[in-house]
């Protein structure tokens, strides 16, 4: 794959996710979408116990997104020659695979299984997202940008931990924000590279 592909590709995985959510919001119940509210997970919560009228969104925002970003992150592996940075899309690939593990966890109350993939999914992304920010080379514009969304997720998550979960609900969404810009953050930087390098 060549660079301008591979940025295209990372540009389309927070489009996707936007896309999940506007569908997500028309056609889920209002009650199950308070419920939701609730949720340590929020807005990533798809696959709800009564959702399942609406498998297909399971299979798109899990298992579509999840695996586009494997495909990124392995491209990306490609086009990378220093080892730090390896080191943090080879996390990224991971919370990626963690990230299409969650289509096939059913929410409901006595289970905690999604949280815990959720919290590794954001943990190893951030992580990723840092060690690659850290020593970015194919957009140096860019390094910092990419370093700081690993910084921010890192600094949400312990600030979920240390208000012990009574954080704002609305908060606890920036990680995931964050997450999936991420990945457009880079893509844009390739994209932006691949300009410059024609």
């Known amino acids: 794959m060549n660079i301008r592909t591979v940025g295209i ?24 979408y308070a419920n939701l509210n609730n949720s340590v997970m929020g807005l990533v919560s798809y696959n709800i116990e ?3 009228e609406n498998k297909w969104l399971i299979y798109f925002n899990y298992l579509g997104v999840g695996l586009i970003i494997c495909v990124f992150c392995i ?3 490609l086009l990378i020659k220093n080892s730090t ?12 695979f963690s990230w299409t593990s969650l289509g096939f966890s059913e929410i409901n ?11 590794i999914t954001l943990v190893i992304g951030a992580i990723g997202f840092t060690l690659l920010g850290g020593d970015y080379k194919l957009a140096p514009r860019y390094k910092w940008i990419i ?10 998550r312990i600030l979920d931990i240390a208000l012990l979960f009574d ?4 908060l606890n969404q920036l990680s995931w924000i964050l997450y999936f810009v ?13 300009q410059h390098t024609i």
């Open 182 to 194: 991420g990945f457009g953050i880079i893509g844009l930087s390739l994209l932006k590279s691949a």
């Open 167 to 170: 954080y704002p609900h609305q």
């Open 75 to 77: 491209a990306l592996m």
């Open 147 to 156: 370093f700081s969304v690993g910084l921010l997720i890192i600094l949400d």
């Open 9 to 32: 590709l990372g540009v389309s995985i927070p489009l996707l996710i936007l896309f999940g959510f506007t569908i997500f919001f028309l056609l889920s119940d209002p009650i199950l």
């Open 85 to 96: 940075s390896k080191a943090g899309v080879i996390l990224l690939l991971i919370s990626g």
């Open 109 to 119: 109350a006595e289970s905690d299984s999604m949280l815990i993939k959720g919290i």
């Open 50 to 52: 009564g959702l399942s």
